[in-house]
């Protein structure tokens, strides 16, 4: 048992500096960014890859009808409006904040309506999660 320690141990270590340059790379690199994952599965309209990024308990505002609510339920929310107005194109056209609250506006072409999208975004230890999400018509 102890080996099985001092192995994983020994690979933890090793592997900090490999670590720390992908930080430092996804820093500079926009693919790292957190908003790339969301605004992909925003344009293909994805609630479930979309729910994986959402918080345990967040708030989500779809057009003036604002509910503080838990994940299961926000997946819901978004899975109606996807279902009622299904994305053709989503591009971010902002990015603000800083460490540990983001945010991104973008626009959401749905095929006849506009939408503009607001997320915010907080990391913590475990991770980057969606706090916010408003859609509103333009």
């Known amino acids: 048992m102890n080996r099985l320690a001092v192995i994983v141990g020994l690979m933890v ?6 670590m720390a340059q992908n930080l ?3 820093r500079e690199n926009d693919e790292c960014n957190v908003f790339v994952p969301i ?7 994805d609630a479930e890859c979309l729910a994986a990024w959402f918080a345990d308990n967040l708030q989500v505002d779809v057009m003036g009808t604002v509910s503080n609510c838990s ?15 299904t994305p053709r194109c989503f591009e971010i056209v902002y ?8 945010y991104a ?10 939408f503009t ?3 915010l975004v907080k990391t913590n230890d475990s991770g980057n999660y969606i706090e916010q999400l408003r859609i509103e018509k333009q």
Request: glycine share 10%.
């Open 39 to 45: 605004a992909k599965y925003m344009q293909k309209g």
């Open 24 to 26: 430092s790379v996804c």
């Open 105 to 114: 506006v973008g626009n959401l072409d749905s095929g006849g309506n506009m």
């Open 95 to 102: 990015k603000s904040g800083s460490y540990p609250m983001e």
């Open 117 to 119: 999208v607001t997320i």
């Open 71 to 85: 994940r299961s339920q926000a997946r819901q929310i978004i899975r109606n409006f996807f279902t009622n107005y």
């Open 13 to 18: 270590v090793s592997s900090l500096p490999v």
